[in-house]
């Protein structure tokens, strides 16, 4: 039992310091706020094809191959209807 001794306060200390620790920690802000931010982003994708062909094209624009280029046009697409694109050249 006397090994135990110095071990049982060094817990109690422990879970005595960390209880109001925890209480006193704030909901995470950031999170409600991304949230919110990209139900803006897919609000604007909805709504303006103007901003969604931007966004098409800073994003897909890069993308080399074929397939995954096509899958990128697609993921915005399931948006609204997609604005003409240029012909890509391979």
């Known amino acids: 039992m006397?090994?135990?001794s110095s071990t049982i306060p060094t817990a109690a200390l422990l879970i005595a310091l960390a209880?109001?620790?925890a209480a006193q920690t704030p909901p995470d802000q950031s999170a409600?706020?991304?949230?919110?931010q990209s139900d803006q982003y897919e609000?604007?994708?909805?709504t303006?094809?103007?901003?969604?062909a931007k966004r098409m094209q800073e994003e897909c624009g890069p993308?080399?191959?074929a397939q995954l280029?096509?899958?990128c046009v697609a993921s915005f697409e399931a948006?609204?209807?997609a604005p003409p694109t240029k012909a890509r050249r391979r």
């Open 32 to 36: 409600a706020a991304n949230v919110r």
């Open 63 to 65: 993308i080399t191959d």
């Open 69 to 71: 280029h096509q899958q």
């Open 43 to 46: 609000q604007a994708l909805r």
């Open 19 to 21: 209880g109001p620790t």
């Open 79 to 81: 948006y609204g209807a």
């Open 2 to 4: 006397s090994r135990y």
């Open 48 to 52: 303006n094809p103007s901003f969604r």
